[in-house]
């Protein structure tokens, strides 16, 4: 009689591999890379260059000396990190900061709980927030975009972003339609003639690489689609009670860093949920906190926030739409 050895799950195998996965959001980061390269000149390339070399320069001197393991910054995580802590400050932050960013997002969010897959929140987010609360006037001056036809290197000029200018606006007694004037169109937001951080300028650039991910399916349509979906139902449904006091959806969508978060960093595959339920609960319970942080909140952006209040309760998200067992009888439930 032949003898099998069944081995342990999983038994079906592709040709994806972290590092693959890694370099296809690089690969899908590079327009909005190239758009605010453009827009910001040699602030761009300071700041991206500084966050990837101390990323990579952290975690290959954590796991080299600390944790004393295999290194392991040639699969992409660190390089993934660096790209989006660029993305997620000013082009005008100070070149120290952005190292004591990275320190925060490799050091403590992510090797601290022992490495890729195992950390809870978004690195890149954690270490927003870190500088955020340590540096709030330092990472509120936003740049504006001046195109590189003018010259790479010119005089930074700042100014709000137009969360931020509707928010402080609207808190002055001002109407929509009066400060809606004074900004630009949507066309601008499209293509990044806008301030704010340097991932977050252009919705075109970040509409074309999340296309990319999805194509390449490095992500599922579940998370980001219903985070921008609750976006704009929550923000229209408040717009259609008072257009004077609440902004219409479409300007909720394409500016500030929701369409940033809700491609790139929301869609982690470490920190979300695992089944297509949990998902859309979770871009769900994303999107509603974007709009009650925007419009009620003090800071006049709520995706960071939100996504890292929401990945805190993935477990709680995965315990409640745990799949069933293959051959468990439907409604049979398996505490074990």
């Excluded at 827009?39 to 320069?57: D, K, P, W």
């Excluded at 999107?287 to 890292?308: D, K, N, Q």
């Amino acid at each position: 009689m032949t003898m099998f050895t069944i081995s342990g799950s999983p038994h079906v195998h592709g040709d994806e591999s972290t590092k693959k996965l890694m370099y296809g959001v690089v690969y899908a980061m590079l327009p909005a890379m190239l758009v605010s390269i453009y827009y910001f000149g040699f602030n761009a390339v300071r700041v991206l260059i500084l966050a990837v070399a101390s990323s990579l320069f952290f975690e290959w001197l954590i796991q080299k000396y600390l944790i004393k393991g295999p290194v392991t910054i040639t699969d992409g995580s660190a390089l993934v990190t660096g790209i989006l802590l660029a993305f997620n400050v000013p082009t005008n932050f100070p070149g120290w900061m952005v190292i004591v960013g990275a320190l925060v997002a490799i050091g403590v969010a992510k090797m601290s709980f022992g490495g890729l897959g195992k950390n809870v929140f978004n690195p890149a987010l954690v270490a927003r927030v870190f500088l955020l609360i340590s540096f709030p006037v330092q990472m509120t001056s936003w740049p504006k975009p001046v195109p590189i036809s003018k010259g790479f290197m010119v005089d930074v000029i700042t100014g709000p972003t137009p969360l931020g200018f509707m928010k402080e606006g609207l808190g002055a007694g001002q109407t929509v339609s009066q400060l809606q004037a004074q900004l630009p169109g949507y066309v601008d937001y499209l293509l990044g003639q806008m301030g704010g951080s340097m991932g977050e300028v252009s919705a075109i650039a970040l509409i074309l690489g999340g296309i990319y991910m999805l194509w390449r399916k490095i992500i599922t349509w579940e998370i980001p689609v219903s985070i921008l979906v609750t976006v704009f139902v929550f923000s229209g449904i408040l717009w259609l009670i008072n257009p004077e006091m609440y902004v219409d959806p479409v300007f909720e969508l394409l500016t500030g860093g929701l369409l940033l978060g809700a491609f790139f960093m929301a869609t982690d595959m470490v920190t979300s949920p695992m089944t297509r339920g949990g998902q859309l609960l979770f871009g769900f319970g994303i999107g509603l906190l974007t709009i009650l942080i925007r419009i009620w909140g003090a800071y006049p952006e709520g995706v960071s926030f939100a996504i890292l209040l929401m990945n805190a309760a993935v477990p709680l998200i995965n315990r409640a739409f745990k799949p069933r067992r293959f051959g468990a009888k439907p409604g049979v439930v398996i505490n074990k």
